[in-house]
C-alpha cells in the first residue's frame, strides 16, 4: 500500500483528539458542515453547520468510526439518532480551553448551488474558520477530496498578520496571545 491508497487520517485524528478531551476531564465538541448525508436535528443547523457536544455524558452508544459518527443524543428533550459522515467534520475541540483541530472544509458537491432543504446556504464560511491558513506547499495544489490538517490559530487578518508575502502568520513566542475560536452553536 502506498500513500495515494492509504486510508484518510481524520478519523484517526478525531478519535484521538476525543480520546484526548475525556482523559483531561474535557468537553469534546465537533463543528459539522450539514448536507443531506448528515442526519442531525435541522432546527439546530445554523449556516449549513451544527455543532456537537459528543462527551460520554451527553451522547448514548458513540461510535467514532472510520466512516461515520454515529450516537443517540437528546435535542429538547427528544431522543434522536445522530449519524455525520467523517469528511463532514470541520473541526474537533475541547469547549473549554478551544484547543483542537479543525480540517479542510468539505467540497459541496451540489449542481447550481442547491442547498438540501432544511439548510440554509452560509454566506461565507464563519470567520473564525475562514481565517485558518493552510500550509500547503508550492508545488503541490490541493485537490477536492483532500485531508490536510488545519491547525487552529489566533484569528487574525492573513493580510495583515503575513505581511503580505503568502506565508500564513506565526503565532507570537510569548505564549499569551489570543486562544483560537470556534463559533458556539447551542
Known amino acids: 500500500m502506498n500513500a495515494t491508497?492509504?486510508?484518510?487520517?481524520?478519523p484517526y485524528l478525531i478519535r484521538?483528539?476525543?480520546?484526548?478531551?475525556?482523559?483531561?476531564?474535557?468537553?469534546?465538541?465537533?463543528?459539522?458542515?450539514?448536507?443531506?448525508?448528515?442526519?442531525?436535528?435541522?432546527?439546530?443547523?445554523?449556516?449549513?453547520?451544527?455543532?456537537?457536544?459528543?462527551?460520554?455524558?451527553?451522547?448514548?452508544?458513540?461510535?467514532l468510526g472510520n466512516d461515520f459518527i454515529e450516537f443517540k443524543a437528546r435535542f429538547g428533550g427528544?431522543?434522536?439518532?445522530?449519524?455525520?459522515?467523517?469528511?463532514?467534520?470541520?473541526?474537533?475541540?475541547?469547549?473549554?480551553n478551544g484547543q483542537g483541530m479543525?480540517?479542510?472544509?468539505?467540497?459541496?458537491?451540489?449542481?447550481?448551488?442547491?442547498?438540501?432543504?432544511?439548510?440554509?446556504?452560509?454566506?461565507?464560511?464563519?470567520?473564525?474558520?475562514?481565517?485558518?491558513?493552510?500550509a500547503v506547499p508550492p508545488t503541490a495544489a490541493p485537490s477536492p477530496g483532500d485531508d490536510r490538517?488545519?491547525?487552529l490559530v489566533p484569528g487574525e487578518s492573513s493580510s495583515a498578520a503575513d505581511g503580505g508575502d503568502g506565508n500564513p502568520p506565526r503565532p507570537s513566542p510569548s505564549g499569551g496571545g489570543s486562544r483560537p475560536a470556534l463559533k458556539r452553536v447551542k
Open 78 to 96: 427528544k431522543p434522536r439518532e445522530i449519524l455525520v459522515p467523517v469528511g463532514r467534520v470541520i473541526a474537533i475541540y475541547a469547549r473549554e
Open 16 to 63: 484521538a483528539l476525543y480520546e484526548w478531551c475525556t482523559d483531561n476531564g474535557l468537553t469534546p465538541y465537533v463543528a459539522v458542515r450539514v448536507d443531506d448525508s448528515v442526519q442531525v436535528p435541522r432546527e439546530y443547523v445554523n449556516d449549513g453547520e451544527i455543532v456537537l457536544n459528543i462527551s460520554y455524558d451527553a451522547t448514548s452508544a458513540l461510535q
Open 149 to 151: 490538517v488545519v491547525h
Open 102 to 134: 479543525a480540517f479542510p472544509p468539505p467540497v459541496d458537491n451540489l449542481v447550481g448551488g442547491a442547498q438540501p432543504q432544511g439548510v440554509s446556504a452560509p454566506a461565507s464560511a464563519p470567520a473564525e474558520l475562514s481565517q485558518v491558513p493552510v
Open 5 to 10: 491508497e492509504s486510508t484518510s487520517t481524520r
